[in-house]
């Protein structure tokens, strides 16, 4: 004999172009606007949960050396003078 699945309810507002479009693609797949949102958010979850992988330089290799500027900005207290002024 298989279990019965615990369900619990979830009450959202949302907007009405939001509301609009999950009615639509619930037609389309002859389904509920609920299985929608659940399928939607079992898809974000899924994708949230893998997490990165490299160092921080591996995730923001695009935008080192982006800018320019003195190379010794972190260190030197000489770039200080003025700011806050």
Same mark, same amino acid.
């Given at each position: 004999?298989r279990?019965a !699945?615990?369900v619990? %309810?979830l009450?959202? @507002?949302?907007?009405e172009a =939001?509301? %609009?479009?999950?009615a639509?693609i619930? !037609?389309? !797949?002859?389904s509920? @606007? %609920?299985?929608?949102a659940?399928?939607?958010?079992d $898809?974000y =979850?899924a994708? $949230?949960?893998?997490p990165?992988q490299g160092?921080?330089l591996d =995730? $923001?290799g695009?935008?080192? +050396?982006?800018?320019?500027g003195?190379g010794?900005l %972190? /260190?030197?207290a000489?770039?200080?003078? +003025? /700011?806050g002024e």
């Open positions: 004999m279990r !699945r615990r619990r %309810s009450s959202l @507002k949302l907007p =939001l509301d %609009s479009q999950i639509a619930a !037609r389309q !797949r002859c509920s @606007k %609920s299985e929608v659940r399928r939607a958010l $898809a =979850l994708d $949230a949960a893998i990165r160092s921080a =995730l $923001a695009d935008f080192v +050396g982006a800018l320019e003195p010794d %972190s /260190y030197n000489e770039h200080m003078n +003025g /700011y």
